[in-house]
């Protein structure tokens, strides 16, 4: 499992790995996803079967405002997001693999690239119509050579040369962002926003979901991560939270963009060209979740 945790709120987790509190993922597949018309079936009591969350719309559209892209307040600004750190770990994926098969050694058994939901700002439309988490479909050219051999040695190296691209990619942005991650975060220790999850934990209550508060549901959502009926409740009784935090958020990135205003400019400056020298190296495109 690979991890990134700037501020405790965000994790890419592989099919196997717990869900966490701090996020869920959802795979984008790397041919971009099917059209699927929003649902409108009514959550049901814990406990009825998983239905199979349909797939994710998505866009090529880079965001016009870059602000919100790289300091997002909402979940539906969360979107710029989850793209973009999708496409830095499509990057590191792709140059691992035209660096296995420049050396003819396989694929390295790494994690796909995977969608980040980032549940310190959760995406509450997206949540309740495509669930919490999917599994990411198998790579079947991906295989672990024997330990101690030259092949093992050129797919580690590989690996490495994967990482190094995505980290130079996010290099110009992936700093300033921690902080504002590290700052959202944070506001779950506002007194309104602890009441908030009060009501949270009442909702759950209403839905027979046996969780006492968002760490609990998460165990029970571990248990059953395809389960779209208790990521509908989810959402629901996500509501009153978010509409005492968004206002929390946009206030603070008022202050945080003019604290941080000269470094903002910069990536203004070169975060889109950055993306297109990236699209036109490796090959691929950039997408984000729409509907």
């Given at each position: 499992?690979?991890?990134?945790t700037?501020?405790g709120?965000?994790?890419?987790r592989?099919?196997?790995?717990a869900?966490s509190?701090?996020?869920?993922v959802?795979?984008l ?10 649902s ?10 998983a ?7 998505t ?8 602000t ?32 296995a ?10 994690a796909?690239p ?10 509450l ?32 190296r ?14 110009g942005?992936?700093s ?15 007194p ?19 969780a ?13 991560p395809?389960d ?17 935090r ?20 910069t ?5 889109v ?8 190296t490796y090959?691929?495109r ?6």
């Amino acid at each position: 499992m690979s991890t990134t945790t700037p501020g405790g709120c965000r994790r890419r987790r592989s099919a196997q790995a717990a869900i966490s509190l701090a996020c869920a993922v959802l795979v984008l597949t790397a041919g971009g996803c099917t059209t699927t018309a929003r649902s409108t079936t009514t959550p049901a009591p814990s406990g009825t079967p998983a239905s199979a969350p349909p797939p994710v719309r998505t866009t090529h559209d880079i965001p016009a405002d870059l602000t919100a892209l790289i300091l997002p307040t909402t979940g539906a600004e969360s979107r710029g997001s989850q793209g973009l750190d999708l496409f830095a770990q499509t990057i590191g994926y792709t140059a691992t693999r035209g660096c296995a098969r420049s050396r003819n050694v396989p694929m390295p058994e790494i994690a796909p690239p995977l969608l980040t939901r980032f549940l310190d700002l959760p995406d509450l439309p997206l949540i309740r119509d495509h669930g919490l988490s999917t599994d990411a479909p198998a790579d079947t050219t991906a295989s672990t050579a024997p330990e101690g051999s030259a092949a093992a040695a050129a797919q580690d190296r590989c690996a490495a040369e994967g990482g190094a691209a995505a980290r130079r990619f996010r290099a110009g942005y992936a700093s300033l962002q921690g902080q504002w991650w590290r700052d959202i975060t944070a506001l779950r220790d506002r007194p309104a926003v602890v009441q908030a999850f009060r009501s949270f934990s009442q909702c759950l209550a209403t839905h027979q979901v046996k969780a006492q508060d968002e760490n609990a549901f998460f165990d029970l959502a571990d248990a059953s991560p395809h389960d779209l009926a208790l990521a509908r409740i989810y959402a629901q009784c996500m509501v009153p939270v978010e509409a005492v935090r968004e206002p929390l958020r946009k206030e603070l990135r008022t202050f945080f963009a003019a604290h941080h205003s000269g470094e903002l400019n910069t990536i203004r400056h070169s975060l889109v060209p950055g993306i297109r020298e990236s699209e036109r190296t490796y090959g691929i495109r950039i997408a984000f979740p729409a509907s």
